[in-house]
């Protein structure tokens, strides 16, 4: 199966919390299905897919970074590689700005976004399509800062993870999270 199956599947499968991920869902569908490379980073009109990764560890805490470039507190992620697929793109990012080893999905799909990019580095303004996943961690403790990508990492509790990310597309993400932990679905 080619990403563009594997990525076609996942969303048709994913079950969107509110009509916001919804229609990030139909947009993701119609890149997906008429760009010529809706992966690359050189694809600015209306922007490529990207991959993220929330990543939590048995405590229910969420780790975080200081986007150094970016100057917000996010989750990890960024550009899929040439012939990546996003889950594993995701995981790659999640291992390379947080140093951690042992990072495990929990699961598909877990949020889709869109969200604005200023221009910068050379490329114009545009979107990042980005697909989220979770994963957790059983070694915390075992984070190390990329100095070139952040300029913090922390791990919070859920209610200071939703603050310091202030934004609408965190807050839903946070009440996933939450579900999740409840539920204990995910052990």
Known sequence: ??????????????????RVEAGHRAAMVNLLTNAADPFSRGHFAPGHFTASLYIVDDGGRL??????RLN??????????????PALAALREGREESGLADLELVGDLFDLDIHPIPAGKGEPD????????LARTRTPEAIVLDEAESKELAWLPLDRAEELM???ESSRVIRK?????????WS
């Open 166 to 168: 202030h934004a609408p």
């Open 63 to 68: 780790l975080l970074h200081h986007h150094r």
């Open 126 to 133: 545009h979107h990042h399509f980005d697909v989220r996943y």
């Open 72 to 85: 917000r507190w996010l989750q990890m992620g960024g550009h899929v590689e040439a012939g990546e697929l």
């Open 1 to 18: 199966m080619t990403r563009h199956e594997s990525l076609f599947a996942q969303l048709k499968a994913h079950a969107p919390f509110d």
């Open 177 to 185: 999270i939450e579900r999740m932990l409840t539920r204990r679905s």
